[in-house]
C-alpha cells in the first residue's frame, strides 16, 4: 500500500496552465503504474492520464490528448501532470492513484485498477 498527497489545484482562467504533483510514500514507486483521474460532481471517476514503471508509456483519455503531460520521478517518488489550454470542462476534483505493484500498464483505463488514492485537489477553469 502507498499514501499520495496532490497539490496544485486551484481556479485558472480558460487558456491557462497548472501543474498536479503528486508525493507518493512507499518503497515499491518504481514498479507501480501511477495515474491521474478526475471527478466531477455526480459523475464517475474518469481516468486522465497514466504512466508505466519507469515511464516510458503514457497513456491519455482523448478529450485532454495533446493538452496534458503525466510524468514521474521515480528516484523523488513524485508524478505530476502538466495541464495547457485548460478548458472549463476540466474542473473536477483531480486524483493521484496508484496501481498494486507489477501490474501490466496495459489496462490502465480500467480505474477499479488502482488500489490506493489520494485526497483530491480541486482544479477549477473559470470561462
Known amino acids: 500500500q502507498v499514501q499520495m498527497v496532490e497539490s496544485g489545484g486551484r481556479l485558472v482562467q480558460a487558456g491557462g496552465s497548472l501543474r498536479l504533483s503528486c508525493a507518493v510514500s512507499?518503497?515499491?514507486?518504481?514498479?507501480?503504474?501511477m495515474g491521474w483521474l478526475r471527478q466531477e460532481p455526480g459523475k464517475e471517476r474518469e481516468i486522465v492520464a497514466a504512466i508505466s514503471w519507469k515511464g516510458s508509456s503514457t497513456g491519455y483519455v482523448d478529450s485532454v490528448k495533446g493538452r496534458f503531460t503525466i510524468s514521474r520521478d521515480n528516484a523523488k517518488n513524485t508524478v505530476s501532470l502538466q495541464m495547457n489550454s485548460l478548458k472549463p470542462e476540466d474542473t473536477a476534483v483531480y486524483y493521484c492513484?496508484?496501481?498494486?505493484?507489477?501490474?501490466?500498464?496495459?489496462?490502465?483505463?480500467?480505474?477499479?485498477?488502482?488500489?490506493?488514492w489520494g485526497q483530491g485537489t480541486q482544479v477549477t477553469v473559470s470561462s
Open positions: 512507499g518503497r515499491t514507486f518504481s514498479t507501480i503504474v
Open positions: 492513484a496508484a496501481q498494486p505493484p507489477y501490474r501490466a500498464f496495459s489496462d490502465y483505463e480500467n480505474f477499479q485498477r488502482y488500489a490506493d
